[in-house]
């Protein structure tokens, strides 16, 4: 078995050692095997890993601080979000992950969610359960218009779905925090690991790729994914008419349990 790097205490195994024996409750962090390791540890140990993740040009919500508009041990608040998110996947499943390209600088670098900003912190922590998440950031909560669309499709569907990204950082333009750009390949490869790791363990029943970058990525790496087209840039429309189509619900309604933020959910 290869050695893991510093920077990924958590990693997949080899190839040639998946499958659902050789791979069934196990895998390795920080060079020791694992079986039937808890939720809330695994997740524990994966965002460590996260945190650890640096390149130039790239924002860490897990263990980078924001001047503007940070509150006080922010990254330390967007560790525990995802971590309260992951262990409730990790215990009672998930239906679906849907994946991004990358975090933006209005949503998932404020939150530490994937395709979550302020405003739905409050439905994402309803979907999965979880005691209530927080904010790390201070000023009136700011909303963003990508997250918007994918929470409203959320509503629709109310079923447990991760969110999650190609590249789970924010990756920004040199000198420009408040910026959005598409990741490199070499960010991208560095996180590959992680990636394959919440796919496997997570074991969803489909897997959605979110934009053009995010489908061929996953293609890339071998992961079958159904291909949505991204809601920004007009694309709205058609993204929640092709997920209400493969969900086989309405773009607007789904009976289910009604939560106080007029979320739905279907009993897990």
């Keep these: 078995m290869d050695k893991p790097s510093s920077v990924y205490p958590l990693r997949p195994e080899p190839q040639a050692a998946r499958g659902s024996e050789a791979m069934d409750g196990a895998h390795q962090i920080r060079g020791q095997r694992v079986r039937n390791i808890t939720a809330k540890d695994g997740a524990r140990e994966f965002v460590r890993a996260l945190a650890c993740v ?9 263990a980078d601080a924001c001047p503007i508009w940070d509150l006080a041990e922010a990254a330390l608040v967007r560790r525990r979000n995802l971590e309260l ?15 991004a390209r990358d975090l933006g600088y209005l949503g998932g670098r404020r939150t530490g969610l994937a395709l979550t900003d302020d405003v739905h912190l409050r439905c994402h922590s309803e979907l999965f359960g979880t005691p209530p998440l927080s ?19 959320l509503r629709s569907i109310g079923r447990p779905i991760f969110l999650w990204n190609v590249f789970p950082l ?12 598409c990741h490199t390949r070499a960010e991208r490869d560095r996180c590959i ?3 394959l790791w919440l796919i496997r363990v997570l074991n969803p029943k489909d897997v959605v790729a979110i934009g053009r970058d995010s489908q061929v990525a996953l293609a890339r790496l071998g992961v079958n994914a159904i291909a949505v ?23 607007e309604s789904r009976p289910g349990r009604k939560l106080t933020s007029g979320f739905e959910v279907q009993a897990r």
């Design 135 to 153: 904010r790390a950031t201070s000023g009136p909560a700011v909303s963003e218009r990508t997250a918007a669309v994918v929470w409203r499709s």
């Design 54 to 62: 640096q390149f130039d040009n790239v924002f860490n919500p897990y």
């Design 229 to 251: 087209r991204h809601p920004s840039y007009g694309g709205q429309t058609q993204f929640l008419r092709d997920l209400a189509v493969h969900y086989g619900v309405p773009v």
């Design 85 to 99: 998110v992951l262990t409730a996947a990790l215990s009672d499943g998930v239906d679906s992950i849907w994946i």
């Design 193 to 195: 690991p992680l990636l």
């Design 170 to 181: 924010h990756p920004h333009q040199p000198g420009q925090p408040m910026s959005n750009r």
